[in-house]
Nanobody
């Protein structure tokens, strides 16, 4: 089991940007597909973006297409979520999740504690 740690949350104005990072404590993310989910009180957790374990495929939720970019660093240590043109409705807790290989969008087994992202109008 890997322990995932998020960083980079904060408060920005509408139209601004945030870059979130996800890293595994003490090891690389090699072999793991990584996803970012967003949790908002009173709403179901939603998939923001994901990247396959081999880096060959990415997926974006409709609300993030064209604004968000998920990427892996070359060393395999971190996965990033670059969020641009942020809107107040993007406010939420962003959670990093991982699974060995890829078995499906509902098969993430390792979760971080979350990073708060807040967008003011």
């Amino acid at each position: 089991q890997i322990q995932l740690v998020e960083s980079g949350g904060g408060l920005v104005q509408a139209g601004g940007s945030l870059r979130l990072s996800c890293a595994a404590s003490g090891r690389s993310l090699g072999g793991y597909s990584i996803a970012w989910f967003r949790q908002v009180p009173g709403k179901e957790r939603e998939l923001v973006a994901s990247v396959l374990w081999n880096g060959d495929g990415t997926f974006y939720g409709d609300f993030g297409k064209g604004r968000f970019t998920i990427s892996r660093d070359g060393a395999g240590r971190s996965v990033y979520l670059q969020m641009n043109s942020l809107k107040p409705e993007d406010t939420g807790v962003y959670l990093c999740a991982g699974q060995v290989g890829y078995s499906g969008p509902n098969r993430y087994t390792n979760w971080g504690q979350g990073a708060q992202g807040a967008v003011s109008s």
